[in-house]
């Protein structure tokens, strides 16, 4: 808007003028100079809860055939089931910090 004020003190042409040289509609205008209400935060759509947390430890640990699947057949077996709809790089970074603090829980 100050390079249409500009413009205008430059070179005396007509606002509706100055504004189809920059391909701007009085109405954009209008737009632009509203005051804007502030947006509400966004909540990140990829938290995970502590209670899915738990849910995929619990499952995780609960069969030797759920510790031994590779970690995509493990999310989608926890989403055919309904324990947690997670996406696919989210169990191991639950399982691998869990399992390690058990580990040096053990050694203490």
């Not at 990140?44 to 590779?70: A, D, K, M």
């Amino acid at each position: 808007m100050e390079s249409i004020e500009r413009v205008i003190q430059w070179t005396g042409w007509k606002r509706a003028d100055v504004m189809c040289l920059f391909c701007v509609s009085p109405s954009q205008l209008s737009r632009w100079q509203q005051e804007k209400p502030a947006r509400p935060p966004l909540v990140h759509p990829f938290h995970v809860l502590e209670e899915e947390v738990r849910r995929v430890i619990e499952y995780r640990t609960s069969t030797e055939e759920n510790r031994n699947l590779g970690y995509r057949k493990f999310t989608w077996l926890m989403v055919d089931e309904g324990i947690a709809f997670l996406t696919e790089s989210f169990p191991p970074n639950l399982v691998i910090p869990a399992s390690l603090q058990h580990l040096s829980s053990r050694s203490r």
